[in-house]
């Protein structure tokens, strides 16, 4: 991961280098949705509901709406992910359609029926699209996604940017511009400290590379919050390095992540030391903080004589940043966490902790999604993946006509 010559051959679609665009596409997609008029989403005039399309990697773009929209949104606020649209869309209601291409087979066929009842339409996605042409129809906005970028996964700010100005002028979530430039400059912080440049012992998202490698992955978020930026993770995670991962939230998860540490992934179950794993990155030891993992490793295990080391659980706590003043709400989320951390680190599960730095929740969750991202990225080159192709994936488009 430390050799750029290396990772410039293996990336292929430049997955790192899009990810580092992620601060610029905010300010690109502020810029965009302006031109593009922003301002007249439903006539300017506050909707009856809001119903969010999006699906595979732009799907996020509903979480994170929902997610903002939920404590104080003075209209319900709901999502699709495909046809059929619900009956109750009409003339009063907002439709948001969000797809890279513009050619999405759900957004697209929700868009279209959205428009026949006349609903209000705003669409994010390709100029030249089948989109585009849907929204023009209808009389709706439509904004451009600007420069051709090469997957969803690497383009969510230019999707997601627009949807949340536009939910801000409505009054639906706390966003406007200034917001949205102190995110982008959250993105470019993260950027600078994830570039491939940055070795290994100081970019932290090689770190959590390495501590996600040999394990069996599952990622806790401490509340809604890091519970989306968990959502994501693990989508990255999946799609991009190709490893299956399991997501929860506190507190309502808390019981399915501790029952695992009675499995057979943890030392707790078969009484010996952490088992060290195979996996094909190099491991690090400590405790707490981003990037430092738990559990000792046996040195007297043989696996000529005891067999392969099964892998081991490895526990991502995404944690929000602490709340100021404390209340006792908080206290007892933080309670919580450390709780469930402490537990795993007991039952020689690798615990590693990523906390968001202040800021506005739209602010404090990209930081959190972009180091995840990162590491799904650097993940997938240590284990010597393309992170941006996925032989499976084209020939799954290729049988079903769906590329």
């Known amino acids: ?48 509901s809001v119903l ?3 699906l595979g990697g732009s799907a996020v773009v509903c979480d994170v709406l929902d997610l903002l929209a939920e404590p104080g949104s003075p209209v319900p606020v709901s999502t699709r992910r495909n046809v059929p649209l619900p009956g109750w869309v009409g003339p009063l209601d907002l439709v948001i359609a969000v797809s890279l291409s513009g050619r999405a087979a759900g957004p697209l066929a929700l868009a279209a029926e959205a428009a026949r009842r006349g609903a209000a339409l705003l669409t994010v996605g390709a100029s030249d699209s089948p989109l585009a042409d849907v ?22 700010w230019s999707l ?20 949205l430039y102190d ?11 994830c570039r491939p440049s940055s070795e290994s012992f100081v ?19 401490d509340g809604p919050l890091a519970g989306v930026a968990a959502l994501r993770a693990a989508s990255m995670l999946a799609r991009t390095a190709r490893v299956p991962a399991t997501t929860g939230e506190l507190p309502d998860d808390a019981a399915q992540v501790v029952s695992c540490l009675d499995g057979p992934f943890t030392t707790a179950f078969s009484g010996v030391g952490g088992p060290s794993g195979s996996g094909g990155l190099s491991g690090s030891g400590g405790s707490g903080g981003p990037g430092r993992g738990s559990g000792e490793v046996d040195i007297f295990a043989d696996p000529y004589l005891d067999g392969p080391a099964p892998p081991r659980l490895s526990l991502l706590m995404l944690r929000d940043a602490p709340v100021e003043p404390p209340t006792r709400e908080s206290d007892e989320a933080l309670r919580l966490a450390d709780t469930v951390a402490d537990a795993a680190r007991e039952a020689g599960a ?34 010597g993946l393309d992170p941006g192709v996925s032989p499976h994936v084209a020939d799954l488009a290729d049988r079903t006509g769906r590329g």
């Open 1 to 48: 991961m430390d050799s750029e010559e290396a990772v410039a051959a293996l990336d292929s679609r430049q997955t790192l280098r899009g990810l580092a665009t992620a601060g610029a596409q905010v300010r690109e997609a502020v810029a965009l949705a302006t031109e593009g008029g922003i301002d007249r989403v439903a006539g300017g005039e506050r909707p009856r």
């Open 52 to 54: 969010v399309a999006s």
């Open 135 to 156: 929204c023009a129809r209808a009389r709706g906005v439509h904004i451009d996604i600007g420069r051709e970028r090469a997957s969803s996964r690497t383009a969510l």
């Open 160 to 179: 997601l940017a627009p949807v949340l100005l536009g939910a801000g002028r409505l009054g639906l979530v706390h966003v406007d511009e200034r917001v």
């Open 183 to 193: 995110t982008a400059d959250r993105l470019d912080e993260v950027a600078e400290a």
């Open 203 to 221: 970019n932290p998202a090689k770190v959590l590379a390495t501590d996600l490698a040999d394990g069996v992955p599952v990622i806790l978020g």
């Open 350 to 383: 690798r615990v590693t902790e990523v906390v968001a730095q202040p800021g506005e929740p739209v602010t404090r969750l990209a930081g959190l999604m972009a180091t995840t991202d990162f590491a799904s990225t650097y993940l997938a080159l240590g284990l």
